[in-house]
Protein backbone atom coordinates (compact mmCIF):
# COMPACT_ATOMS: atom_id res chain seq x y z
CA UNK A 1 0.00 0.00 0.00
CA UNK A 2 1.49 3.49 -0.30
CA UNK A 3 2.86 4.90 2.97
CA UNK A 4 0.92 8.06 2.56
CA UNK A 5 -2.36 5.76 3.24
CA UNK A 6 -0.33 5.09 6.79
CA UNK A 7 -1.60 7.62 9.62
CA UNK A 8 -0.52 7.98 12.98
CA UNK A 9 -2.03 10.88 15.39
CA UNK A 10 -1.83 11.33 18.96
CA UNK A 11 -4.81 11.70 21.13
CA UNK A 12 -4.60 14.04 24.14
CA UNK A 13 -7.93 13.54 25.86
CA UNK A 14 -8.06 11.60 28.64
CA UNK A 15 -6.98 7.71 29.08
CA UNK A 16 -10.45 5.74 29.43
CA UNK A 17 -8.98 4.37 32.99
CA UNK A 18 -8.72 8.50 34.17
CA UNK A 19 -12.47 8.42 33.29
CA UNK A 20 -14.48 8.70 36.53
CA UNK A 21 -17.43 6.58 34.64
CA UNK A 22 -16.79 3.64 32.74
CA UNK A 23 -19.52 1.22 31.30
CA UNK A 24 -19.17 -2.02 29.82
CA UNK A 25 -21.21 -5.23 28.63
CA UNK A 26 -20.90 -8.50 27.22
CA UNK A 27 -23.43 -10.57 25.95
CA UNK A 28 -23.03 -14.40 26.90
CA UNK A 29 -23.05 -17.01 24.22
CA UNK A 30 -27.08 -17.88 24.93
CA UNK A 31 -28.10 -14.15 24.65
CA UNK A 32 -30.69 -13.98 21.90
CA UNK A 33 -28.21 -11.49 20.15
CA UNK A 34 -25.21 -13.84 20.72
CA UNK A 35 -27.55 -16.86 19.19
CA UNK A 36 -27.75 -15.23 16.03
CA UNK A 37 -24.22 -13.98 15.46
CA UNK A 38 -23.05 -17.55 16.12
CA UNK A 39 -26.19 -18.95 13.61
CA UNK A 40 -24.80 -16.38 10.79
CA UNK A 41 -21.04 -17.48 11.31
CA UNK A 42 -21.60 -21.23 11.48
CA UNK A 43 -23.09 -20.66 8.23
CA UNK A 44 -20.17 -18.93 7.17
CA UNK A 45 -17.64 -21.51 7.91
CA UNK A 46 -20.20 -24.25 7.40
CA UNK A 47 -20.15 -22.77 2.99
CA UNK A 48 -15.85 -22.08 3.17
CA UNK A 49 -15.82 -25.91 4.30
CA UNK A 50 -17.99 -27.06 1.72
CA UNK A 51 -16.55 -24.46 -1.33
CA UNK A 52 -12.84 -25.74 0.17
CA UNK A 53 -13.77 -29.23 0.05
CA UNK A 54 -15.31 -29.56 -3.52
CA UNK A 55 -13.32 -26.35 -5.46
CA UNK A 56 -10.39 -25.71 -3.16
CA UNK A 57 -11.38 -22.16 -2.81
CA UNK A 58 -14.15 -20.41 -0.55
CA UNK A 59 -16.68 -18.58 -3.44
CA UNK A 60 -18.39 -15.67 -2.80
CA UNK A 61 -21.10 -15.26 0.24
CA UNK A 62 -22.34 -12.90 2.64
CA UNK A 63 -24.75 -14.36 4.99
CA UNK A 64 -24.79 -11.29 7.82
CA UNK A 65 -28.43 -10.78 8.39
CA UNK A 66 -29.82 -12.82 11.05
CA UNK A 67 -33.36 -12.51 13.00
CA UNK A 68 -33.85 -14.65 16.02
CA UNK A 69 -37.47 -14.11 16.75
CA UNK A 70 -38.59 -15.42 20.58
CA UNK A 71 -40.52 -17.81 21.68
CA UNK A 72 -42.98 -18.43 24.53
CA UNK A 73 -42.58 -20.74 27.41
CA UNK A 74 -43.97 -21.66 31.07
CA UNK A 75 -41.12 -22.29 33.35
CA UNK A 76 -41.77 -23.48 36.48
CA UNK A 77 -39.94 -24.82 39.44
CA UNK A 78 -39.25 -28.41 38.87
CA UNK A 79 -40.42 -27.90 35.15
CA UNK A 80 -41.96 -26.01 33.05
CA UNK A 81 -42.46 -26.33 29.11
CA UNK A 82 -42.00 -24.43 25.49
CA UNK A 83 -45.30 -23.40 24.58
CA UNK A 84 -43.96 -21.86 20.64
CA UNK A 85 -40.51 -22.57 19.49
CA UNK A 86 -38.05 -20.23 19.12
CA UNK A 87 -37.60 -19.12 15.08
CA UNK A 88 -33.92 -18.34 13.61
CA UNK A 89 -33.76 -16.95 10.20
CA UNK A 90 -29.94 -16.22 8.66
CA UNK A 91 -30.48 -14.58 4.82
CA UNK A 92 -28.01 -13.30 2.46
CA UNK A 93 -26.12 -14.30 -0.48
CA UNK A 94 -24.10 -16.97 -1.65
CA UNK A 95 -22.94 -18.84 -4.59
CA UNK A 96 -25.20 -21.68 -5.43
CA UNK A 97 -23.58 -23.06 -8.85
CA UNK A 98 -19.98 -23.32 -9.45
CA UNK A 99 -18.14 -24.64 -12.57
CA UNK A 100 -16.31 -27.48 -12.62
CA UNK A 101 -14.42 -29.90 -15.15
CA UNK A 102 -16.74 -28.34 -17.88
CA UNK A 103 -19.99 -28.97 -15.53
CA UNK A 104 -22.07 -27.13 -13.46
CA UNK A 105 -22.51 -27.72 -9.96
CA UNK A 106 -25.25 -27.09 -7.36
CA UNK A 107 -24.55 -26.45 -3.64
CA UNK A 108 -27.21 -27.07 -1.05
CA UNK A 109 -27.48 -23.67 0.48
CA UNK A 110 -30.79 -24.60 2.05
CA UNK A 111 -29.29 -27.80 3.59
CA UNK A 112 -26.07 -26.65 4.48
CA UNK A 113 -27.66 -24.00 6.79
CA UNK A 114 -30.17 -25.45 8.48
CA UNK A 115 -27.57 -28.22 9.55
CA UNK A 116 -24.71 -25.52 10.22
CA UNK A 117 -27.27 -23.82 12.66
CA UNK A 118 -28.43 -26.23 14.47
CA UNK A 119 -25.05 -28.08 14.91
CA UNK A 120 -24.18 -24.64 16.35
CA UNK A 121 -26.99 -24.72 18.86
CA UNK A 122 -26.31 -28.26 19.72
CA UNK A 123 -22.93 -27.19 20.59
CA UNK A 124 -23.40 -23.90 22.22
CA UNK A 125 -26.66 -24.92 24.17
CA UNK A 126 -27.12 -27.69 26.82
CA UNK A 127 -30.78 -27.71 26.97
CA UNK A 128 -32.42 -26.26 24.09
CA UNK A 129 -32.92 -28.91 21.18
CA UNK A 130 -32.55 -27.59 18.05
CA UNK A 131 -35.34 -30.37 17.10
CA UNK A 132 -37.93 -29.63 19.56
CA UNK A 133 -37.30 -25.80 20.45
CA UNK A 134 -36.25 -24.19 17.20
CA UNK A 135 -37.57 -23.19 13.88
CA UNK A 136 -34.36 -23.12 11.85
CA UNK A 137 -34.45 -21.38 8.20
CA UNK A 138 -33.12 -19.64 5.79
CA UNK A 139 -33.25 -16.85 2.82
CA UNK A 140 -29.88 -17.61 1.10
CA UNK A 141 -30.16 -15.79 -2.98
CA UNK A 142 -27.59 -16.39 -5.46
CA UNK A 143 -25.11 -13.65 -4.98
CA UNK A 144 -25.22 -9.90 -7.20
CA UNK A 145 -23.23 -10.35 -10.57
CA UNK A 146 -20.88 -7.50 -9.27
CA UNK A 147 -19.77 -8.35 -6.02
CA UNK A 148 -19.17 -11.66 -7.38
CA UNK A 149 -16.88 -10.01 -9.89
CA UNK A 150 -15.26 -8.17 -7.45
CA UNK A 151 -14.56 -11.50 -5.23
CA UNK A 152 -13.03 -13.14 -8.02
CA UNK A 153 -11.22 -9.89 -9.77
CA UNK A 154 -8.02 -10.01 -8.37
CA UNK A 155 -5.27 -13.31 -9.27
CA UNK A 156 -3.39 -12.41 -6.15
CA UNK A 157 -4.96 -10.00 -2.77
CA UNK A 158 -8.56 -10.30 -2.86
CA UNK A 159 -10.34 -6.96 -3.59
CA UNK A 160 -12.30 -5.36 -1.23
CA UNK A 161 -16.01 -6.44 -1.42
CA UNK A 162 -17.34 -3.46 0.56
CA UNK A 163 -16.41 0.38 1.22
CA UNK A 164 -15.62 -0.59 5.07
CA UNK A 165 -14.37 0.08 8.52
CA UNK A 166 -12.72 -1.77 10.87
CA UNK A 167 -11.88 -1.04 14.10
CA UNK A 168 -9.93 -2.13 17.59
CA UNK A 169 -8.08 -0.98 20.21
CA UNK A 170 -5.61 -1.83 23.12
CA UNK A 171 -5.25 -2.75 25.75
CA UNK A 172 -8.29 -3.66 28.13
CA UNK A 173 -8.98 -2.20 31.23
CA UNK A 174 -9.59 -3.60 34.61
CA UNK A 175 -13.48 -2.89 34.10
CA UNK A 176 -12.97 -4.90 30.44
CA UNK A 177 -11.02 -7.40 31.85
CA UNK A 178 -13.78 -8.28 34.45
CA UNK A 179 -16.39 -8.23 32.32
CA UNK A 180 -15.23 -10.49 29.93
CA UNK A 181 -13.55 -12.94 32.17
CA UNK A 182 -17.02 -13.13 34.33
CA UNK A 183 -18.92 -14.25 31.53
CA UNK A 184 -16.55 -16.87 30.38
CA UNK A 185 -16.07 -17.93 34.37
CA UNK A 186 -20.15 -18.19 34.50
CA UNK A 187 -20.11 -20.03 31.25
CA UNK A 188 -17.58 -22.54 31.63
CA UNK A 189 -17.42 -25.92 31.31
CA UNK A 190 -16.25 -26.15 34.91
CA UNK A 191 -18.86 -24.02 36.12
CA UNK A 192 -21.49 -25.64 35.15
CA UNK A 193 -20.52 -28.49 36.85
CA UNK A 194 -20.97 -26.85 39.58
CA UNK A 195 -24.17 -25.25 39.03
CA UNK A 196 -25.47 -26.54 36.05
CA UNK A 197 -28.70 -24.51 36.90
CA UNK A 198 -26.88 -21.79 35.51
CA UNK A 199 -28.34 -21.24 31.46
CA UNK A 200 -26.11 -20.17 28.49
CA UNK A 201 -27.66 -16.52 28.47
CA UNK A 202 -25.64 -14.59 30.74
CA UNK A 203 -25.41 -10.80 30.45
CA UNK A 204 -22.50 -8.65 32.34
CA UNK A 205 -22.85 -4.96 32.41
CA UNK A 206 -20.33 -2.75 34.61
CA UNK A 207 -20.27 0.57 35.81
CA UNK A 208 -16.78 1.63 37.17
CA UNK A 209 -17.57 4.66 39.41
CA UNK A 210 -13.42 6.27 40.13
CA UNK A 211 -12.26 3.23 42.07
CA UNK A 212 -15.89 1.23 42.79
CA UNK A 213 -16.77 -1.27 40.00
CA UNK A 214 -20.57 -2.22 40.09
CA UNK A 215 -21.25 -5.66 38.72
CA UNK A 216 -24.89 -7.08 37.37
CA UNK A 217 -25.25 -10.01 36.04
CA UNK A 218 -28.96 -11.68 34.31
CA UNK A 219 -28.43 -15.08 34.54
CA UNK A 220 -31.10 -17.22 33.22
CA UNK A 221 -32.14 -20.46 34.88
CA UNK A 222 -33.07 -23.68 34.01
CA UNK A 223 -36.41 -24.13 35.61
CA UNK A 224 -36.09 -28.47 35.85
CA UNK A 225 -33.49 -28.12 37.73
CA UNK A 226 -34.38 -25.59 40.19
CA UNK A 227 -37.12 -27.99 42.61
CA UNK A 228 -38.06 -24.12 44.52
CA UNK A 229 -37.38 -20.67 45.20
CA UNK A 230 -34.97 -21.84 48.07
CA UNK A 231 -32.96 -23.83 45.72
CA UNK A 232 -32.87 -20.66 43.61
CA UNK A 233 -31.78 -18.48 46.09
CA UNK A 234 -29.34 -20.79 47.57
CA UNK A 235 -27.93 -20.69 43.81
CA UNK A 236 -27.86 -16.98 43.46
CA UNK A 237 -26.02 -16.39 46.97
CA UNK A 238 -23.13 -19.07 45.68
CA UNK A 239 -22.71 -18.08 42.74
CA UNK A 240 -22.12 -13.82 43.61
CA UNK A 241 -19.73 -15.13 46.31
CA UNK A 242 -18.05 -16.66 43.63
CA UNK A 243 -18.00 -13.95 41.47
CA UNK A 244 -16.49 -11.83 44.51
CA UNK A 245 -14.00 -14.22 44.86
CA UNK A 246 -12.93 -13.84 41.25
CA UNK A 247 -13.00 -10.35 41.47
CA UNK A 248 -10.86 -9.82 44.70
CA UNK A 249 -8.29 -11.72 42.33
CA UNK A 250 -8.43 -9.25 39.36
CA UNK A 251 -8.64 -6.23 41.07
CA UNK A 252 -7.95 -4.06 44.45
CA UNK A 253 -10.42 -2.22 43.10
CA UNK A 254 -13.78 -2.06 45.22
CA UNK A 255 -16.59 -4.66 43.23
CA UNK A 256 -20.31 -5.33 44.01
CA UNK A 257 -22.02 -7.71 42.57
CA UNK A 258 -25.56 -7.97 41.85
CA UNK A 259 -27.66 -11.28 40.65
CA UNK A 260 -30.58 -11.06 38.50
CA UNK A 261 -31.80 -7.97 40.47
CA UNK A 262 -35.45 -7.97 38.22
CA UNK A 263 -35.79 -10.95 40.93
CA UNK A 264 -38.51 -9.98 43.80
CA UNK A 265 -38.65 -12.63 45.72
CA UNK A 266 -41.77 -11.81 47.86
CA UNK A 267 -43.74 -11.43 44.99
CA UNK A 268 -42.30 -14.85 43.34
CA UNK A 269 -40.38 -13.12 40.29
CA UNK A 270 -37.75 -15.27 39.64
CA UNK A 271 -35.72 -15.60 36.22
CA UNK A 272 -36.63 -19.00 35.39
CA UNK A 273 -36.12 -20.15 32.05
CA UNK A 274 -36.79 -23.86 30.57
CA UNK A 275 -34.15 -23.81 28.33
CA UNK A 276 -31.52 -21.63 29.56
CA UNK A 277 -31.88 -18.46 27.19
CA UNK A 278 -34.40 -15.96 27.22
CA UNK A 279 -35.00 -16.49 24.26
CA UNK A 280 -37.48 -19.27 24.39
CA UNK A 281 -40.16 -16.28 25.85
CA UNK A 282 -40.06 -13.58 23.71
CA UNK A 283 -36.57 -11.66 23.71
CA UNK A 284 -35.31 -11.48 20.32
CA UNK A 285 -32.01 -11.11 18.57
CA UNK A 286 -30.67 -9.42 15.36
CA UNK A 287 -27.02 -10.39 13.99
CA UNK A 288 -24.59 -7.49 14.80
CA UNK A 289 -26.49 -6.18 17.84
CA UNK A 290 -24.62 -7.81 20.29
CA UNK A 291 -20.91 -7.58 21.40
CA UNK A 292 -18.64 -5.66 19.28
CA UNK A 293 -15.51 -8.27 17.41
CA UNK A 294 -13.38 -8.17 20.64
CA UNK A 295 -16.38 -9.40 22.28
CA UNK A 296 -17.32 -6.44 24.55
CA UNK A 297 -19.41 -3.65 23.76
CA UNK A 298 -18.01 -0.35 25.35
CA UNK A 299 -19.39 2.88 24.90
CA UNK A 300 -16.60 4.78 25.84
CA UNK A 301 -14.42 3.12 23.14
CA UNK A 302 -14.21 3.65 19.48
CA UNK A 303 -15.52 0.81 17.92
CA UNK A 304 -17.33 -0.13 14.41
CA UNK A 305 -21.05 -0.95 14.20
CA UNK A 306 -20.46 -3.63 11.53
CA UNK A 307 -21.82 -7.33 11.87
CA UNK A 308 -19.10 -9.19 11.40
CA UNK A 309 -20.62 -12.34 11.88
CA UNK A 310 -21.19 -14.00 8.55
CA UNK A 311 -19.48 -11.81 6.26
CA UNK A 312 -17.00 -13.79 3.99
CA UNK A 313 -14.09 -14.22 5.28
CA UNK A 314 -11.53 -13.72 2.36
CA UNK A 315 -12.71 -10.30 0.65
CA UNK A 316 -15.58 -8.73 2.92
CA UNK A 317 -13.31 -5.72 4.83
CA UNK A 318 -16.41 -5.16 7.44
CA UNK A 319 -14.55 -8.25 9.16
CA UNK A 320 -11.00 -9.13 7.68
CA UNK A 321 -10.39 -5.36 8.90
CA UNK A 322 -12.11 -5.87 12.44
CA UNK A 323 -9.90 -8.59 12.55
CA UNK A 324 -6.88 -7.37 11.28
CA UNK A 325 -7.09 -3.99 13.31
CA UNK A 326 -7.32 -5.83 16.93
CA UNK A 327 -4.21 -7.55 15.47
CA UNK A 328 -2.27 -4.26 14.85
CA UNK A 329 -3.71 -2.64 17.96
CA UNK A 330 -2.46 -5.87 20.23
CA UNK A 331 0.76 -5.59 18.75
CA UNK A 332 1.30 -1.97 19.04
CA UNK A 333 0.39 -2.09 22.28
CA UNK A 334 2.73 -5.03 22.82
CA UNK A 335 5.32 -4.30 20.78
CA UNK A 336 5.95 0.30 21.62
CA UNK A 337 7.20 1.25 24.42
CA UNK A 338 4.92 4.47 25.99
CA UNK A 339 1.74 3.69 24.86
CA UNK A 340 -1.13 3.42 27.42
CA UNK A 341 -3.74 3.31 24.71
CA UNK A 342 -3.99 2.34 20.74
CA UNK A 343 -6.73 2.80 18.39
CA UNK A 344 -6.44 1.12 15.02
CA UNK A 345 -8.92 2.40 12.05
CA UNK A 346 -9.05 1.11 9.28
CA UNK A 347 -11.27 2.06 6.13
CA UNK A 348 -11.36 -0.16 2.54
CA UNK A 349 -12.41 0.70 -0.65
CA UNK A 350 -14.49 -1.78 -2.59
CA UNK A 351 -12.87 -2.95 -5.66
CA UNK A 352 -9.22 -2.16 -3.95
CA UNK A 353 -6.96 -4.66 -3.01
CA UNK A 354 -7.86 -5.49 0.78
CA UNK A 355 -3.93 -5.01 1.25
CA UNK A 356 -4.71 -1.27 0.62
CA UNK A 357 -6.85 0.34 2.46
CA UNK A 358 -7.74 3.96 1.77
CA UNK A 359 -6.30 4.92 4.84
CA UNK A 360 -4.76 2.71 8.07
CA UNK A 361 -5.35 5.34 11.09
CA UNK A 362 -3.88 4.88 14.19
CA UNK A 363 -4.35 6.67 16.86
CA UNK A 364 -2.22 6.82 20.37
CA UNK A 365 -2.55 7.66 24.03
CA UNK A 366 1.09 8.23 25.21
CA UNK A 367 3.11 8.34 28.24
CA UNK A 368 3.92 11.61 29.23
CA UNK A 369 7.63 11.58 28.69
CA UNK A 370 7.03 10.19 25.48
CA UNK A 371 7.24 11.82 21.88
CA UNK A 372 5.03 10.63 19.50
CA UNK A 373 7.81 11.30 16.60
CA UNK A 374 10.36 9.25 18.54
CA UNK A 375 8.11 6.13 18.34
CA UNK A 376 6.35 6.82 14.90
CA UNK A 377 8.28 4.61 12.38
CA UNK A 378 7.81 2.08 14.68
CA UNK A 379 4.17 2.33 14.60
CA UNK A 380 4.25 2.80 10.82
CA UNK A 381 6.40 -0.67 10.30
CA UNK A 382 3.99 -2.65 12.42
CA UNK A 383 0.70 -1.67 10.34
CA UNK A 384 2.73 -1.46 7.15
CA UNK A 385 3.77 -5.48 7.95
CA UNK A 386 0.27 -6.69 9.46
CA UNK A 387 -1.26 -4.92 6.05
CA UNK A 388 1.10 -7.29 4.07
CA UNK A 389 0.36 -10.08 5.39
CA UNK A 390 -3.78 -9.34 5.55
CA UNK A 391 -4.47 -12.49 3.85
CA UNK A 392 -3.43 -14.86 6.89
CA UNK A 393 -6.46 -13.42 8.61
CA UNK A 394 -8.92 -15.45 6.34
CA UNK A 395 -8.15 -19.29 7.74
CA UNK A 396 -7.79 -17.82 11.60
CA UNK A 397 -11.41 -16.89 10.64
CA UNK A 398 -12.15 -20.14 8.87
CA UNK A 399 -10.92 -22.57 11.67
CA UNK A 400 -12.82 -20.28 14.44
CA UNK A 401 -9.28 -18.77 16.24
CA UNK A 402 -10.74 -15.03 16.38
CA UNK A 403 -13.20 -13.47 18.17
CA UNK A 404 -15.89 -12.10 16.18
CA UNK A 405 -18.20 -11.56 18.43
Do not use: W
Amino acid sequence: MAQKSIHVEQLLDQSVNDLDIEIVERKGKGHPDSLIDGASEAVSRALCAYYLKEYNVIQHHNVDKGLLVGGSSKPAFGGGQILDPIYMVVAGRATANVLKDGKVGTIPIGKIATDAIKEFIRSNMRFLDPEKHVVVDNKIKQGSADLRSVFYGSEGVPLSNDTSIGVAYAPLTVTELLVLETEKLLNSSKFKESFTEIGEDIKVMALRRARTINLTVAAAMVSPLVPDNSHYESVVEQVKKRIEDESSKATNMDVTVRINSGDNYGKGVYYLTVTGTSAEMGDDGNTGRGNRPNGLISPMRQYSMEAAAGKNPVNHTGKIFNVLAQRMADRVQREVPGIRETYVRLLSRIGAPISDPQVASVALKLEEDVAISNIRGDVEGIIQDELSRVQEVTPLIVSGSVTLF
